[in-house]
């Protein structure tokens, strides 16, 4: 039996798990992010040694100098760029996160995105409860076709492959995608064509859907130069991790017409916008719901606790993350 700590409650299911699984669990009182200060005072409060940790949590060596008696942080994300992944292997400290189980919605959510944007639905929303609609006219609100069009994935890891595929098979689009890696299997499943650099891909795309992991790698790696690249009729899609673009290079693209649109899910300093975003029409911005479907808050739920209980049955860790 394990002490742990949940940094903010999660569905309930999960922590029913643990609980189930022997182990005593005490939930954050407040329902809202620690700060770092309250987050090192609740972990040295009492031998936690296991943490259920949110993507706005950073757990980093000052979290675990305050914690010394953690052996386990179950992430309750896929991305765990939160989490100082060399620290903790240092310490020996294991980490998991949330992979597979909000690859559909996430999927279903840059799609809704592409459409959202390419068809102008929120704007076309606010238009008519503003009760600007007064007729119908041939060139109201005009968006833009998927059909034939080329959709290019940037990260062709679960999500991007379920976007490619839904787009593909849905929409007509036609998918080119850039990795680190050509990826046989891929194209062996679907119909798709590799970019081996990431600019080929840019001046192709109609759309350009970003899939990629926050890494030092891939910090900024939409900025001005880049949009610069694109189509002005392109939209660019963001359900991954906000600091992959520069926000406030996209701000000024968005505005001169550099590029058509775009559909943001995350965003550079969240929960802050850059400045002059929210005032742009051809932007839709959503606080970082992608994968906040009831489904899947419970199955991230129960996977933060299987990995949880797994570790404490000795058992091998499922999900675990390791040093990329
Ligand atoms: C959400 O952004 C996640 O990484 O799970
Ligand atoms: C994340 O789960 C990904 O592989 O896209």
């Not at 809704?112 to 009760?131: C, M, Y």
């Not at 005009?142 to 999500?159: E, M, T």
């Not at 600091?243 to 701000?251: F, K, M, N, Q, R």
């Not at 199955?299 to 049955?313: I, P």
């Amino acid at each position: 039996m394990a002490l742990i700590f949940v940094t903010r409650k999660i569905p309930d299911i999960g922590i029913k798990w643990m609980r189930d699984g022997g182990h005593e669990v005490v939930v954050s009182e407040k329902d809202r992010v620690l700060t770092p200060k309250e987050l090192k005072a609740e972990l040295s409060s009492r031998p936690y040694e296991g943490v259920v940790s949110l993507l706005t949590d950073t757990i980093d060596e000052k979290v675990l100098k305050a914690a010394p008696s953690v052996k386990i942080v179950s992430n309750y994300a896929v991305g765990y760029n939160n989490i100082d992944v060399e620290a903790m292997e240092d310490a020996g400290v294991v980490v998991t996160n949330t992979p597979g189980v909000l690859t559909d919605t996430v999927a279903e959510y840059a799609t809704a995105l592409i459409l959202a944007v390419a068809k102008r639905i929120p704007e076309a929303d606010k238009f008519t409860r503003a009760g600007k609609y007064k007729a119908w006219a041939p060139e109201l609100l005009l968006g833009s076709d998927l059909a034939g069009k080329k959709l290019g994935i940037v990260g062709a890891g679960r999500i991007g492959q379920g976007v490619a595929r839904r787009l593909s098979i849905g929409f007509g689009m036609d998918v080119i995608y850039y990795d680190i890696a050509k990826n046989e299997k891929l194209e062996k499943k679907m119909d798709c064509e590799y970019c081996g650099e990431l600019e080929v891909l840019l001046k192709q795309a109609d759309v350009v859907s970003l899939h990629v992991p926050l890494l030092p790698s891939t910090k900024h790696l939409i900025n001005a130069e880049r949009l610069a690249m694109m189509k002005s009729s392109a939209y660019l899609i963001n359900t991954s991790r906000g600091p992959v673009i520069d926000e406030s290079a996209l701000v000024a693209a968005l505005k001169d017409g550099t590029i058509r649109g775009a559909g943001l899910d995350v965003f550079e300093d969240e929960p802050k916008l850059a400045r002059g975003l929210k005032s742009l029409n051809n932007v839709v911005i959503t606080p970082h719901i992608a994968s906040a479907s009831e489904e899947t808050r419970d199955k991230m739920s129960q996977l933060v606790a299987f990995n949880m209980n797994e570790f404490f049955l000795g058992r091998e860790v499922p999900n675990m993350v390791f040093k990329k």
